[in-house]
């Protein structure tokens, strides 16, 4: 049984697509291991990589092409410093040189020696082989997949059998939500505390706390900064920021100076009911404008989704309860990770095999889950809201107008984040006993539906808005 952490759902990155983005950016270095580990890295004289597919055609507008640059120069996306990613870009773009791992000078045009396949390989859409010429002229190829989240696999490991002792075993394992549900009556306890105890089996109490610390300073940050950014966002399409004139109406004259002192200064605020879902969608509009210009997000689960889950928790700081704390936070985020992992094991997180459901969708069913165990709701009406939410995103298709992860992208993170808190709010209402769809059902469902989606609509913009609206319309 696949033990997937908390840690692996919440990843710090950069956007704006966990996986054409974050994913081929951790290809190259995992490229680069392979190499030191067959020691034949210093023996690299050149570099091509092949990109298929939905890698292919949404990679230009995904950055694609600069994450596995970044990857390949050894930059690592959780620390890398942002605003020097273009001086970057422009450098190796210039000069036809680059510092393979920060190590070893090669000469590289990314205009050529990066290529864009159209067509897709069986084993997923999003594939990558990376091609090295030797010193003494072999040339060794390696193929990657990105299958969402920040995710790489290598296709011979799926489809090896694998060994048990290769795994580790949480203490209460999990396939389905009914596995959640039987370890939380058996044993009294809430969904929060017994992913907690699973995640002690991999780290101590400080590092969990450390990891959850770091990924809400992330996500604090990210919501920060894109209400307080002017301008227009990267891409050719003209989208103009719009958490910032947002931010400007309803923060009035409260004053700040960090992001800990902007809660306190909302908190502050008098918000009127109709302001409510303003502040929402501000907060997850901000955090998608960050990804969609290369800032650094949280993977939540992935990058085209990263505003639901900070937007509903945000929510639950400033108006629910303003007494919230980092406890708050360590609750909800292990219960958000904890449906998202359910999502990937019975369907995908990658909107290349699943479509926008498989993104927004599943972010909304995280966060709806969380935020109800936040509001005292039980295990059962937890998963209920979880239900809820993935149902009504059900067959929600991927076509970003330009491959660019702007339209209708950022807009849905507003969505899904209102869909979250509304799914709560029945949830809360209702006996979940009397449930009419199990969390599993809408999962097996969700899997189905992605496999019957047309494959235009699934990250290709080969279908929906992206033929209808074009980047001269804009």
Known sequence: MECISVFDMLKIGVGPSSSHTLGPWRAGGRWIEELKEATIFESVTSITVDLFGSLSLTGKGHATDIAVILGLCGYDPTTINVSTIDSIIDTITASKV????????????????????????????????????LKNGEVISSSFYSIGGGFVVKEERKRKEKKLEEFHKFPMPIQKATDLLAYCSAKN???????????????????????????????????????HTEGTLPGGLNVRRRAYDTHKKLIGNQTYTSPQEWIEAIRNTEVKFRQILKWVSCFALAVNEVNASLGRVVTAPTNGSAGVIPAVMMYYMVIENHDANFDDVKQFMLVAGEIGSLFKKGATISAAM?????????????????????????????????????????????????????????????????????????????????????????????????????????????????IKVSLSDC
């Open 98 to 133: 680059l510092l393979f791992n920060n190590e070893l000078q090669i000469t590289f045009d990314p205009q050529t020696h990066i290529v864009f396949n159209k067509n897709f390989k069986e084993f997923h859409p999003n594939g990558m082989t990376f091609h090295g010429t």
């Open 189 to 227: 306890k809430k969904i929060s505390q017994i992913v907690l105890e699973n995640e002690l089996s991999l780290k101590d109490a400080s590092q969990i706390d450390t990891g959850i610390a770091q990924v809400w300073q992330v996500m604090l940050e990210s919501m920060y900064t894109g209400c």
């Open 354 to 466: 699943g479509g926008c459901q498989a993104e927004i969708g599943v972010s909304s069913a995280m966060a709806a889950g969380a935020l109800t165990e936040l509001m005292g709701g039980t295990p059962e009406q937890v998963l209920m809201a979880s239900e809820i939410a993935m149902e009504h995103h059900l067959g929600l298709t991927c076509d970003p107008i330009g491959g660019l992860v702007q339209i209708p992208c950022i807009e849905r993170n507003a969505m899904g984040a209102i869909k979250a808190i509304n799914a709560c709010e029945m949830a809360l209402d209702t006996d979940a006993a009397n449930a009419k769809v199990p969390l599993d059902k809408v999962i097996e469902t969700m899997w189905e539906t992605a496999q019957d989606m047309h494959t235009k609509y699934k990250e290709t913009s080969e279908g929906g808005l992206a």
